[in-house]
C-alpha cells in the first residue's frame, strides 16, 4: 500500500478513534460525569453549531432594522420609497416652473391692457414694425428660434396692427388641426363672444402664440405643450369671423409681431 494510502487511512481511523472526557469535582476528585467522544463526532458538532450561528446571524441582520446600521446595505423598500419620493418632487418642481411661466406670460400679455369690453381683456398693444425688429438686438434672440406652421393655407387677412388687425387669418379645410408653433404652457384655453374658443401659448423668450375662432380646443390652461401638438381644430366660432380660418397672432416682449415675418403659411 502506497504511503498517501496508508496516510488518508490512518487520518480516518484517527478521526474514528473514540476519546473518554471525564468531568471531576476539584475538591474531592470525584468523578461527577465521563463521556466518550469521537474528533470525528467533534468537528461535526462544531460545523452545526457554526452553521446554526450563521444563520442566526444573518437571519438578524435581514429581518430587523439593524440592517440600516451596515454600510452599503441595500433595502429594496427604502429604495423604492425614495425613487417616489424623488418623482414627487421632480413634478413639483416641473408644477412650480409651469406657474412660473405661466404668470410670467400673463403679465407680459396683458401689460398693455386698457380697459374691458364683452366680458373679455381688450389689449391695447404696442405695435413694432418689421425694419424696427431688424434693428433691435432682441430680435436676433428671436430670429434664432425655430418655429412649426400652425396650419398651412392660403392668408386671407395680412397682418394690419393700423387697423387692430394683429394676426394673420389662415384658411384651411374643414376639421384640419391647429398645432403649437413651439413648446410652451397653455396661459389660457378659454371661450369668448366676440373670438369663439381661444388658446394662448407662452413660450421661452417672452414669446406668446395666439390661436382664435377654434372650433373645437384641445387643451386647457396649465397644460403643457411640445412643438407640433395638436391643440384644436380649426373652425368658425365667435361672432367675429366671416367663415372658417385660424386667426393666428404672434407676440414678443408684450408687443404685437408680423407672424408672416416667422413663420411660412404657405408649405
Not at 409651469?98 to 374691458?116: F, H, I, V
Not at 381683456?121 to 425694419?131: A, K, W
Not at 412649426?148 to 394676426?167: D, E, F, L, M, R
Request: net charge negative.
Amino acid at each position: 500500500m502506497s504511503e498517501s494510502g496508508e496516510t488518508k487511512r490512518k487520518l480516518w481511523e484517527r478521526l474514528k478513534d473514540t476519546y473518554r472526557i471525564t468531568i471531576l469535582d476539584d475538591e474531592n476528585l470525584e468523578e461527577i460525569g465521563s463521556y466518550n467522544v469521537s474528533l470525528l463526532n467533534f468537528y461535526i458538532f462544531i460545523s452545526v453549531i457554526g452553521f446554526l450561528l450563521s444563520v442566526l446571524v444573518i437571519s438578524f441582520i435581514v429581518f430587523t432594522p439593524v440592517k440600516r446600521l451596515i454600510p452599503g446595505y441595500g433595502d429594496i423598500t427604502d429604495n423604492r420609497k425614495f425613487i417616489e419620493i424623488s418623482e414627487k418632487v421632480d413634478a413639483l418642481e416641473k408644477e412650480v416652473a409651469a406657474n412660473e411661466l405661466y404668470t410670467k406670460g400673463l403679465k407680459n400679455l396683458l401689460s398693455g391692457a386698457d380697459s374691458e369690453k364683452d366680458e373679455t381683456t381688450e389689449i391695447e398693444p404696442q405695435v413694432i414694425t418689421s425694419d424696427e425688429l431688424s434693428d433691435s438686438k432682441r430680435t436676433q434672440e428671436l430670429n434664432f428660434l425655430r418655429f412649426i406652421t400652425p396650419v398651412t393655407g392660403a392668408i386671407s387677412a395680412a397682418y394690419q396692427p393700423n387697423i387692430n388687425h394683429y394676426g394673420v387669418d389662415i384658411i384651411a379645410p374643414k376639421n384640419t388641426p391647429i398645432k403649437s408653433v413651439m413648446g410652451g404652457v397653455i396661459i389660457s384655453a378659454d371661450w369668448t363672444a366676440n373670438m369663439g374658443n381661444t388658446v394662448y401659448i407662452q413660450h421661452q423668450k417672452n414669446v406668446v402664440s395666439v390661436y382664435k375662432h377654434l372650433s373645437i380646443s384641445l387643451v386647457k390652461t396649465g397644460d403643457l405643450v411640445n412643438t407640433g401638438q395638436v391643440i384644436g381644430i380649426i373652425g368658425n366660432s365667435g361672432e367675429m369671423t366671416t367663415g372658417p380660418h385660424l386667426h393666428f397672432e404672434f407676440w414678443y416682449d408684450g408687443k404685437s409681431v408680423n407672424p408672416a415675418s416667422f413663420i411660412n403659411f404657405n408649405k
